[in-house]
Each structure stands twice: as C-alpha cells, then as structure tokens.
C-alpha cells in the first residue's frame, strides 16, 4: 500500500494541464515585457518614459500579480509533496528564493527612497529575472528526466523518521 500511495503522491507534484500553462503564459508575460522595457530603457536618456514603456510596465504590474497567484498556488501541493520526497530540491528552492527576490525588489521599485537604492534594487530586479526562465527551464527539464529514470528503476518506499511530512502522507490513504 505504501509504494500506492507513494506513487500517487508523486503524480501531485505533477501539474494538471491549467496551472501548468498559466504558469508557463505569466512568466512569460513577465519576462517579455520586462525585457523590452529594458531595450526601451537604453536609449532613453534623460528623457521621460515613452508611452510604450508606461503601458509595458502596466503589462508587467499586471503579469508581476497574476504570477504572485500562481506561484502561491504551487505551494501546498506541488512545492510541499516534492520537498517532502526529495526531488528537485536545489533548483526548486533556488526557483523560489529568486521569486521572492524579485516580490522584494519588485516593491523595492516602488517604494525605495533615493535614488541609489532603486537603482540597485532595478539591477537586482533585472539580472534576477533573466535568470528566471533560464532557472525554470533548468527545473522542469531535469524533474522529468529524473521521473523518467526512476520509472524504470523498481522503487522501495521505508517510513523515515527523518521525514515527519512525508510520513504523514504516507500513512494518508489516498483511496
Ligand atoms: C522547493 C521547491 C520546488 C520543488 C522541490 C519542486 C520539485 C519539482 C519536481 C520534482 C518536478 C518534476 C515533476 C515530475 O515531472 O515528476 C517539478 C516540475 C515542475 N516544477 Fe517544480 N518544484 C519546486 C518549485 C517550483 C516553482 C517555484 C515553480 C514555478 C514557479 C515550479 C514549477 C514547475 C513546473 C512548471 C514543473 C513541470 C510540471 C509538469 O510537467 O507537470 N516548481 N518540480
Ligand atoms: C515574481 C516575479 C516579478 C515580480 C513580482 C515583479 C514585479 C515588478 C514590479 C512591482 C515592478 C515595478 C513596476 C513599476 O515601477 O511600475 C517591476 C519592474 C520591472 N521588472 Fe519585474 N517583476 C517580476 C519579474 C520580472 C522578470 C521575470 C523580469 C525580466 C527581465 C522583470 C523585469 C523588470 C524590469 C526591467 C522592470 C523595470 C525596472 C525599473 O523600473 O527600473 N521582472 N517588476
């Protein structure tokens, strides 16, 4: 019953086709009008932000929400059950560490006062979102490729006490 049950938790990691795309379309979002802000940005000089670079940043506000939701959305299932059987760990963590640095430096654009902590926080911000997609890629690539060995491999599911979450899912009958 156990390996079961171990097998259906590790199909919760697995996203159901929805959340999975509007996660893909939101980064997305994010990543396209951050950078063409960013283009627009080079040759602005001293003049004021052009009309394409306010309605970009509408676009991006508007994405910066959307991923906040679907990044919150991964957290009781996906994020909890792949921590708990130890897949993924470094690049899922490193994933979220680096969202949460864009939330902070995102509010630190709005909020920071004086001019040198918001340019830092808008080159922290930048170089911290080119790496994300970079980052996600790197994630979903080598999740499933480690699912794909470990279905070929026979699995032998123990009850850990070094794993507490785990084993109260474990001990959950999913039927
Ligand atoms: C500590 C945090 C995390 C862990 C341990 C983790 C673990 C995993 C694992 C094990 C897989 C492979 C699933 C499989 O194919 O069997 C996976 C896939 C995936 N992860 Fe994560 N993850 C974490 C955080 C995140 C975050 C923050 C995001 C996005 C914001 C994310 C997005 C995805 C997506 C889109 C997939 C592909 C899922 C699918 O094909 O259904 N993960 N993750
Ligand atoms: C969790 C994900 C993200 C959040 C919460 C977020 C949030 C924000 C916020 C709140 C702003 C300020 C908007 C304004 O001033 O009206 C901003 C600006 C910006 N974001 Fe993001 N963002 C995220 C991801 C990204 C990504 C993936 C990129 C890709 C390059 C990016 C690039 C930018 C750029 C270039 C700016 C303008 C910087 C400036 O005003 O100096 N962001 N973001």
Known sequence: ????????????????????????????????????????????GENPASAAQVWLL??????????????????????????????????GATLVAVILLLALTGYGLYYSVGDTMRSLSSWIHFCAGMATPVLLTLHIYRGRAARRSRATQPQHVTLDSQQPLLNAELKHDYR
């Open 1 to 44: 019953m156990f390996i079961r049950t171990h097998a259906l938790l590790a199909d919760r990691v697995l996203l159901p086709r929805w959340q999975r795309w509007s996660t893909y379309s939101t980064f997305a979002l994010l990543v396209c009008t951050g950078v063409f802000w960013w283009t627009l940005d080079i040759d602005r």
């Open 58 to 91: 509408r676009l991006h506000g508007l994405g910066a929400m959307l991923v906040l939701i679907c990044f919150g959305a991964l957290l009781p299932a996906h994020v909890r059950i792949a921590w708990a059987l130890h897949r993924n760990r470094v690049l």
